[in-house]
């Protein structure tokens, strides 16, 4: 196989939030999308953030926190309750980490 054969364009991802104490609290699963791959520079940042430093992880992820139109959900203005960023932020590493 060619490397050449691998490089694709990403392609928006549906990733569903079903922690049952997530439910449990707001009634059903929760909904987001996000790239199935990342530029190089966004994977390097990624490896190089110290997991103990959450503020420069979510600035980092929260680029990559899209809406079914690929559209940022997390902007300056807004932001998620602390348990749904938390399960974002593992479920967005754990697919850029596979």
């Not at 990342?38 to 926190?65: H, P």
Request: net charge negative; charged share 30%.
């Amino acid at each position: 196989m060619k490397l050449k054969d691998l490089a694709k364009k990403p392609q928006l991802i549906e990733i569903v939030l079903d922690n049952k104490d997530l439910v449990k609290e707001y009634g059903d699963t929760i909904t987001f999308h996000t790239w199935d791959r990342v530029d190089v520079a966004t994977f390097m940042r990624l490896g190089s953030i110290d997991t103990k430093n959450t503020a420069e992880l979510i600035m980092v992820v929260k680029d990559l926190v899209l809406d079914e139109n690929g559209n940022p959900i997390l902007t300056d203005e807004t932001t998620l309750p602390t348990k749904v960023m938390l399960e974002v932020l593992t479920n967005v590493m754990s697919i850029l980490g596979k």
